[in-house]
């Protein structure tokens, strides 16, 4: 492979030989696993640090992430260690915040450049988010081989910007020749935990976890971690619709942002709704519920492939280049979810999820097709081109 660092040829090393007489001793695989900001940039990351463990134990994996943000939080309580950027993403808007991104980009710069000095990595991976951009870049500079891995049916800006020099680029969806040059895309899907992959939970253990009757319909709502506006907004608007029908049952999440305004409104006092700030145990709620009501996040939509869970999507209008609506509308042509504008969805979000609740043909449908669209294997067939590149980096 023409990328190749002097470092990695000098030893860096996936089963070197050693000279005769030498101690066997086989260094460690070195990757770098870079970008954050939201879990879903998080979690897929984390699940291809798991695969290539699974693959090779010995595999040293660190990551990068930006400061302040939930990665420095989340990577390392699933084990992995990781080094912050002082990075934040431009405004489109004219605003104070934008004077002081030359410096961060600066910073950043250097930073990466010590970090990958220091750590000499065979591979370097892109999940999106601001801290990919720095490090890849500088990883593209010294000849080391890179991957994106880019979750969206729309690619956000950073893995745009570094889609032409990566070696290999991961995609959950057809289509993204638009974007990146054809021969390096590999449509692997999304990688999603592994609890979420086979979910053995019953409905009765769900419904019991929450507090619910499994005998009577369960809506499950939900905005993300920190929650939606709009959908809350939709949801305490529509308190009537959910007394005219007390046999359906509702877990909602409000999110930490909300969890003040919305757990006391009308709606979330009424005796078949629960709101809660955050849920865990997802694999308790997707096998418990009915219908789905949540945003078209990569993270989301791909867990509920595997989930076979009749979902209506509220893409949120609020990220880049609406790539939301784009997720949400792949889907939509397969038959293989609902889809309601943001700014409709004070007036649909209950009056179209009692509908599906109340069409079993319609729920069968959506749930057969958007399980056929599930890729079991995403995070292991992504590990596995991660190793071949580091294999490649020492020859």
Request: a positive charge.
């Amino acid at each position: 492979m023409a990328k190749t660092t002097k470092k990695a040829e000098e030893g860096s090393v996936l089963n070197r030989p050693e000279e005769e007489g030498a101690l066997n001793t086989r260094p460690l695989v070195r990757i770098l696993i870079s970008g954050g900001g939201t879990g879903g940039h998080i979690f897929p990351a984390i699940a291809i640090a798991d695969a290539v463990k699974a693959l090779a134990p010995e595999a040293d994996i660190r990551f990068v992430g930006a400061k302040g943000k939930m990665e420095m939080e989340k990577v390392p309580k699933a084990g992995y260690p990781i080094e912050g950027l002082w990075i934040s993403g431009f405004q489109r808007k004219l605003t104070l915040r934008n004077l002081s991104f030359p410096f961060k980009l600066i910073s950043s710069l250097w930073r990466s450049r010590r970090i990958i000095g220091r750590f000499e990595p065979q591979v370097v991976i892109g999940v999106g988010g601001y801290a990919s951009g720095p490090l890849l870049q500088i990883a593209n500079s010294q000849g080391i081989p890179t991957l994106l891995q880019e979750q969206n049916s729309f690619p956000g800006i950073t893995n745009r910007l570094l889609g032409g020099r990566a070696d290999k680029i991961c995609v959950a969806y057809e289509g993204m020749e638009r974007f990146f040059p054809s021969e390096k895309l590999l449509l692997t899907g999304n990688p999603v935990r592994a609890n979420l992959q086979q979910i053995k939970a019953t409905r009765e253990e769900g419904a019991r976890h929450f507090g619910f009757d499994p005998a009577k319909p369960i809506l499950f709502v939900f905005g993300g971690s920190l929650g939606a506006r709009s959908i809350n907004v939709a949801m305490a608007a529509n308190a009537a619709a959910l007394k005219a029908r007390p046999d359906v049952q509702v877990l909602w999440q409000v999110g930490k942002l909300y969890e003040a305004e919305f757990t006391v409104c009308e709606t979330a006092q009424l005796p078949n709704v629960k709101a809660e700030a955050f849920i865990d145990g997802m694999d308790l709620v997707y096998t418990m519920s009915d219908v789905i009501v949540a945003r078209s996040g990569a993270l989301t939509i791909s867990e509920l492939q595997f989930a076979g869970k009749p979902a209506i999507f509220i893409p949120s209008p609020n990220v880049a280049e609406d790539h939301q609506s784009k997720n949400a509308q792949a889907l939509v042509k397969k038959e293989a979810a609902l889809m309601i504008p943001d700014a409709e969805a004070r007036v649909r979000i209950l009056q179209d999820a009692i509908a599906l609740i109340d069409n079993t043909e319609r729920r069968q449908r959506l749930s057969a097709n958007i399980q056929k669209m599930a890729q079991p294997d995403a995070a292991a067939r992504i590990a596995r081109e991660v190793l071949r590149l580091a294999q490649s980096a020492k020859e």
